[in-house]
């Protein structure tokens, strides 16, 4: 898939939510990611074609593919929020550029930063 920013939230959103919750609703996912209903629906139907997430009607589930690839988006903001902070920005605003910087990094870039990490 090429890296989409938006299918990528709403992938990290379906995640963290269900590790929150036993059943992911579109309209937790559509808070979460701050937009409405008709979105995550069509974001939802992208997603299905994909093969990242399936569908009982009511719930939302990622499938393996979409829970590994979810967790991989994860892993990198949590990484770069990590690497953030240690460079001494503030949490709201580590937490913030992570979000936008966790889809756009290169993986050779990325790598480099968790294995300066590890180092630290």
Do not use: W
């Not at 995640?15 to 609703?25: D, I, T, Y």
Request: proline residues 1%; contains cysteine; hydrophobic residues 35%.
């Amino acid at each position: 898939m090429k890296r989409n920013k938006s299918l990528e939230d709403y992938l990290e959103s379906i995640l963290l939510l269900s590790r929150e919750n036993e059943f992911v609703h579109r309209v937790d996912v559509a808070r979460s990611v701050g937009v409405s209903q008709p979105a995550v629906q069509k974001a939802v139907k992208i997603l299905q074609n994909r093969g990242f997430v399936e569908c009982d009607g009511l719930h939302i589930y990622l499938t393996s593919t979409g829970e590994n690839y979810a967790c991989k988006i994860y892993e990198r903001h949590c990484t770069l929020k990590n690497f953030l902070q240690f460079l001494g920005v503030n949490g709201e605003d580590a937490e913030r550029d992570a979000c936008e910087i966790e889809h756009v990094i290169s993986e050779t870039t990325f790598d480099k930063i968790k294995l300066f990490l590890a180092d630290k």
